[in-house]
């Protein structure tokens, strides 16, 4: 998700690091980058000043160019501003009434507006709560059959009436049908066009006006840059939407539309699409994102995929372990079984931190023969070694290499990332959400992280370090003392 304005901003970061010392000058080439990388990603010019302003604005200051780790200050000054841009606290809630809720879908034709409806349906459902869809959009032909799919692909109801031309009637007696049957909640799905017309804005308006929708949602596809924006304002200027979904943020999306929308529209981002498949959709969470562009990763959604997803009663063995302080390579590759699902794995080791580069490795390959080689080289590992993977020094790695047919890098990649997932879920052993979000608040303060988004390794030295001078007269005492030993 969202891959090149990652980059874009990780190569900033990784250029002041490897600064000898910060100065105003450094620090605002290194600001230069930050911007090129926001433009690069199709956001806003205006958003963009704007956001540069603040960021500049906060440092360039002393305090942070004479801090310990002024680098690690700008990652936390450029994620408090993503934050801000990308609407700082949303309330994503649908606020379901005890009578039936009427949500309203809009949007352009190939933004994924049906199947969008389909998630919501699935989504609304998880939470104990039955949805019906209404097929009112009489304009595109299949429409109505397409609905009909999506709906029984999710369990949810489909209303719609054969040989309609009035998307205004069906969608009053659906209402209708809706509260007769005990339905919580009844999704439109109006039409579409494939650009903005009178005709189009007039239909959706009457409907606004005539069943007067509790919320209102446009659809737009994240990949349309500032064409996803421009269409998000001029619905709003006809309809006051209450939030925007953006679709296919699992694609080649820049990034423009989602950092750019509610600064430009107002309107904020309500949920985004995450995948093809049916469990696709995410409410959204401006932080959470802030945290995915920087590479930190994001603890919290991982927290509550697993919630859904995992075998709960080997998550408690595994939590059990861990709050012993054991954590093995053989659990390691548990943990990996369970997310080596089409689309689970990609999606939950993006949201790991540090786990960047390996999700784009895995993007495209076959899961079950990428688990037959994790599997392959921990099959290779003695007993004490799968238990205390730290024993593997450089002869063990070559003989495990040769014993499962990979090269010493690829296992050495395996233990790096072992150790990646061991840091992380030792922070959240027993914490459950506290338990993230305590690995959330490290990962933003720098404790765990590094500004590439690597996890750090916790250093046990608490020494002071030496000097260069100081280094310099140790090594002529060292000289001395050789000397009068002879």
Request: hydrophobic content about 40%; glycine content about 10%; aromatic content about 2%.
């Amino acid at each position: 998700m969202l891959d090149s304005l990652q980059d874009g901003l990780r190569s900033a970061f990784k250029t002041l690091r490897g600064q000898g010392r910060l100065t105003e000058s450094n620090m605002r080439e290194g600001l230069k980058m930050v911007e090129n990388a926001l433009l690069e990603a199709d956001v806003s010019y205006s958003v963009v000043k704007d956001f540069m302003d603040g960021v500049a604005e906060k440092a360039v200051g002393q305090d942070v160019l004479k801090s310990l780790r002024p680098e690690q200050q700008l990652v936390g000054i450029v994620q408090e501003e993503l934050i801000k841009i990308l609407g700082g606290d949303i309330d994503t809630s649908l606020h379901l009434k005890p009578d039936v809720t009427v949500l309203m879908m809009c949007g352009l034709q190939g933004a994924g507006k049906t199947t969008t409806c389909g998630k919501l349906a699935r989504l609304i459902g998880t939470e104990g709560k039955k949805a019906l869809l209404v097929a009112a959009d009489l304009q595109r032909p299949a429409a109505v059959e397409q609905l009909h799919i999506v709906g029984n692909s999710v369990g949810a109801p489909v209303y719609s009436e054969e040989g309609a031309t009035d998307p205004i009637a069906v969608c009053r007696n659906a209402v209708k049908h809706a509260r007769d049957n005990e339905i919580d909640v009844v999704i439109l799905d109006t039409a579409g066009r494939l650009a903005i017309d009178e005709e189009l804005m007039e239909q959706l308006k009457t409907i606004d006006r005539q069943l007067d929708p509790d919320q209102a949602f446009l659809v737009v596809d994240g990949m349309t840059g500032q064409d996803a924006v421009n269409s998000a304002k001029a619905f709003n200027d006809a309809l006051e939407l209450n939030g925007v979904i953006m679709t296919k943020l699992d694609g080649d999306a820049r990034g423009g539309a989602l950092l750019s929308v509610k600064q430009v529209t107002g309107v904020p981002i309500k949920f985004i699409g995450v995948s093809e498949h049916m469990d696709g959709l995410e409410p959204f969470h401006p932080d959470r994102m802030a945290s995915r562009i920087l590479g930190m990763g994001d603890i919290l959604s991982m927290f509550e995929i697993a919630q859904r997803e995992f075998d709960q009663e080997e998550v408690q063995k595994t939590q059990e372990r861990l709050q012993k302080g054991q954590f093995t390579l053989d659990d390691f590759r548990k943990q990996l079984q369970q997310i080596a699902r089409p689309g689970l794995m990609q999606k939950m080791l993006g949201l790991m931190p540090g786990m960047g580069e390996l999700t784009k490795m895995m993007q495209g390959s076959d899961h079950e023969k990428e688990m037959r080689r994790l599997g392959g080289m921990i099959d290779s590992m003695t007993a004490d070694e799968r238990n205390n993977p730290k024993l593997i020094d450089n002869s063990r790695r070559q003989r495990i290499a040769k014993g499962s047919g990979v090269s010493p890098q690829e296992v050495n990649a395996l233990l790096q990332q072992f150790d990646s997932m061991a840091t992380m879920m030792k922070g959240m052993a027993g914490g459950g959400v506290g338990g993230a979000m305590d690995m959330m608040r490290k990962l933003r303060s720098g404790e765990l992280m590094d500004p590439t988004g690597k996890v750090k390794k916790q250093k046990q030295s608490t020494g002071k370090r030496m000097s260069s001078k100081d280094v310099q007269n140790q090594k002529k005492l060292k000289k001395k003392l050789k000397k009068r030993r002879r």
